[in-house]
């Protein structure tokens, strides 16, 4: 069973926007740190944006600031990641992780949990 789950991915044109949620199947992500990565075919997955335990904290890459944000809900066990004015570049499947670390790194070797992943696709 597949301890994290991503939703929210698609097809949208250029310019639009989508927002994927990272919830957990069973446990609670409360005291887990949670990333979203990306990977295209080819590449190795990307670190996007990651968020501490409580909120307090996020990095958003360089690549996709200020476009994309993450937040987290705590209560309803979810982490969103806004996308917006999306490009083709942005195409990939789209994976949420899930870490205990107190000193990760929001890199992929420090993320234990994986979602299947979700795939977004920017096209016109």
């Known amino acids: 069973q597949v301890p994290l789950v991503e939703s929210g991915g698609g097809l949208v044109q250029p310019g639009g926007s989508l927002r994927l949620s990272c919830t957990a199947s069973g446990f609670t992500l409360e005291n887990n740190a949670i990333g979203w990565f990306r990977q295209v075919p080819g590449k190795e997955r990307e670190p996007i944006a990651c968020?501490?335990?409580?909120?307090?904290?996020?990095y958003v890459a360089d690549s996709v600031k200020p476009r994309f944000t993450i937040s987290r809900n705590n209560r309803q066990n979810t982490i969103d990641l806004q996308m917006n004015n999306l490009k083709p570049e942005d195409t990939a499947v789209y994976y949420c992780a899930s870490t205990s670390k107190p000193d990760y790194v929001c890199r992929v070797g420090y993320f234990t949990f994986w979602g299947q992943g979700a795939q977004v696709t920017v096209s016109s």
């Open positions: 968020i501490n335990s409580d909120g307090e904290y996020s």
